[in-house]
């Protein structure tokens, strides 16, 4: 299937490692043209290099006018930008009964008002086109809170609702809003996760993830290329009449439809 990729322009923020690293490097292999990024700038540009074409970018997206510098430095390279790819790194685990108020106020300004000024900046250009994709890459704790991840829980949880809003009104204009929700994907952040829980619970890492993959109908974890896979499908042209959707990419893991 060709997905009308080529020579179009997709920023992924937070693309120097997992689930961001995957989507970066499948659209890239679609003919897109990437913009790798992240606060490690040396990781971003070897990412970049080796892609067909690329740059990498070094930015804090939490910081006052992070969103505004990636913005301009893909602007500067590329010109029009195509697609956004909203992404950050998760907080740290935590039940909500632990929950302080600077918690919940990083997590919210990380998970939330970070990617809505990343898809603000975007937004008039696409729009005026007709043409534009914005696709968060969000967590299955959107549609089943998980336990011991309250902030992330709450963070993208209120994100969601935003991108759900925001589909509504720019439909018409030709530019889709979607989410696509990882489930257990083999990546760095679910084996700290799994980690972290196993040192809570006196077990190993590896009875952790035993667990946990026995409680997935597909009976393991995902690849990041399988995710990047749907999320290249999710930016292209086939996909055009797909907005304010929340897409799960976990194996079956959520018993809801």
């Known amino acids: 299937?060709?997905?009308?990729?080529?020579?179009?322009?997709?920023?992924?923020?937070?693309?120097?490692?997992?689930?961001?690293?995957?989507?970066?490097?499948?659209?890239?292999?679609?003919?897109?043209?990437?913009?790798?990024?992240?606060?490690?700038?040396?990781?971003?540009?070897?990412?970049?290099?080796a892609l067909p074409d690329a740059i990498g970018v070094e930015v804090d997206l939490d910081a006052p006018e992070g969103p505004r510098t990636l913005m301009d430095a893909a602007r500067a390279a590329y010109g029009q930008i195509d697609i956004v790819v909203l992404n950050g790194p998760g907080p740290k685990p935590g039940k909500a009964s632990g929950v302080s108020d600077t918690d919940?106020?990083?997590?919210?300004?990380?998970?939330?008002?970070?990617?809505?000024?990343?898809?603000?900046?975007?937004?008039?250009?696409?729009?005026?086109r007709?043409?534009?994709?914005?696709?968060?890459?969000?967590?299955?704790?959107?549609?089943?809170?998980?336990?011991?991840?309250?902030?992330?829980?709450?963070?993208?949880?209120?994100?969601?609702?935003?991108?759900?809003?925001l589909a509504a009104e720019t439909a018409a204009d030709g530019v889709t809003v979607n989410l696509l929700l990882p489930g257990r994907i083999a990546?760095?952040?679910?084996?700290?996760?799994?980690?972290?829980?196993?040192?809570?619970?006196?077990?190993?890492?590896?009875?952790?993830?035993?667990?946990?993959?026995?409680t997935i109908p597909a009976g393991r974890y995902g690849t990041p290329e399988e995710f990047g896979a749907v999320a290249a499908f999710l930016c292209g042209q086939p996909a055009a009449y797909v907005t304010g959707t929340a897409l799960r990419c976990d194996g079956g893991l959520v018993r809801s439809l």
């Open 187 to 214: 990546t760095d952040r679910v084996a700290a996760l799994d980690a972290a829980k196993a040192a809570r619970e006196g077990r190993t890492a590896e009875e952790v993830a035993a667990a946990s993959r026995a």
């Open 130 to 165: 007709g043409w534009g994709r914005i696709l968060a890459v969000g967590s299955s704790g959107i549609a089943a809170p998980l336990p011991d991840l309250a902030l992330s829980n709450a963070g993208r949880a209120a994100l969601a609702a935003y991108l759900k809003t």
């Open 1 to 49: 299937m060709d997905l009308g990729l080529t020579g179009r322009t997709a920023v992924v923020a937070a693309s120097t490692g997992g689930l961001g690293r995957a989507v970066a490097e499948a659209l890239a292999a679609e003919g897109a043209r990437v913009v790798v990024s992240g606060r490690r700038g040396d990781t971003a540009k070897e990412i970049a290099a």
């Open 104 to 128: 919940l106020a990083e997590a919210t300004h990380s998970l939330l008002l970070a990617q809505q000024r990343l898809a603000t900046l975007a937004l008039p250009a696409m729009r005026e």
